[in-house]
């Protein structure tokens, strides 16, 4: 409607909101009255208000509408109309502000042993506060719980991250929430579960017994690394071993491709 005022209200989803009707006043004398969005919501007739749904209360001192709860879905474009008139006085615009939309799913866009990036969709739903920041959620496992790890919190509204500070060879998914000045969004929906990339075992096998059984052998057992060093996929072990005084061209190498021997006996040695 062109060239009529405009009344600005800006509500919190889940809180009461009372819209003045523009041109109401304690002289004025109403026969009727109309609340009217796309359609009417509320009217006074007969003496007597009536609304289209619980949530609403129309005043019948000054006509005002209540909203008992606001929520999202209420914001539009109001006219109160007064004994049949087809123009209001003014029009009274309704924004009601919730907390984010949840974000897409999130993306694993890269990773290494160690990071991960993600990317994720977010669209500003005008009738929401701004999005400030979001909250990265991590899950370790198929079965993890959320809350095993610290959430990350984000700087900034730029939808994605680098996650730093992740385990080699280990399973990761994560959830992303948004946030604005009214609170948080539910969690979007997680990730697709995916691998770190391996690196070099930090841990070492402890010998514990060395002896030789014969002129040319020697028993040997040990203890396996913590499996928490291992990094990687254990394949098993490689022993190497050389004369005291020794060459390059004398170090030789067994490989034991089963990660569950914890002792041998090589031969072959020369005393």
Do not use: M
């Not at 006509?63 to 914001?75: E, K, M, Q, R, V």
């Not at 948004?178 to 948080?184: H, M, S």
């Not at 002129?215 to 072990?237: C, Q």
């Amino acid at each position: 409607i062109e060239n009529i005022p405009v009344v600005k209200y800006v509500a919190v989803a889940g809180k009461n909101i009372t819209l003045d009707c523009p041109g109401v006043n304690e002289r004025s004398l109403v026969e009727t009255l109309v609340w009217r969005t796309s359609h009417t919501i509320a009217e006074y007739v007969n003496g007597l208000p009536l609304v289209s749904n619980q949530r609403l209360t129309l005043l019948g001192d000054n006509f005002s509408l209540i909203l008992s709860p606001a929520t999202a879905s209420d914001t539009a474009e109001y006219s109160c109309l007064l004994n049949d008139r087809h123009t209001p006085e003014a029009i009274v615009d309704l924004l009601v502000q919730d907390v984010p939309d949840p974000p897409g799913r999130p993306l694993v866009v890269s990773f290494t042993s160690r990071s991960v990036d993600l990317s994720w969709a977010h669209s500003q739903d005008p009738r929401n506060a701004p999005v400030t920041n979001f909250i990265i959620e991590t899950r370790i496992g198929e079965n993890g719980d959320w809350e095993q790890e610290p959430p990350i919190h984000t700087k900034s509204s730029q939808a994605s991250y680098q996650v730093t500070g992740l385990q080699p060879f280990t399973v990761y998914s994560f959830r992303v929430i948004a946030v604005n000045k009214l609170g948080q969004s539910q969690p979007s929906k997680e990730s697709y579960y995916f691998v770190t990339l391996r690196e070099a075992p930090t841990g070492k096998p402890v010998t514990t017994i060395a002896h030789n059984t014969s002129a040319t052998s020697v028993y040997i057992s040990w203890k396996a690394p913590p499996p928490e060093s291992i990094l990687g996929e254990f394949l098993g072990y490689r022993i190497t071993y050389r004369p005291r005084d020794y060459h390059t061209d004398d170090v030789k190498e067994i490989y034991i491709r089963d990660s569950t021997v914890e002792s041998t006996t090589p031969f072959g040695f020369l005393w």
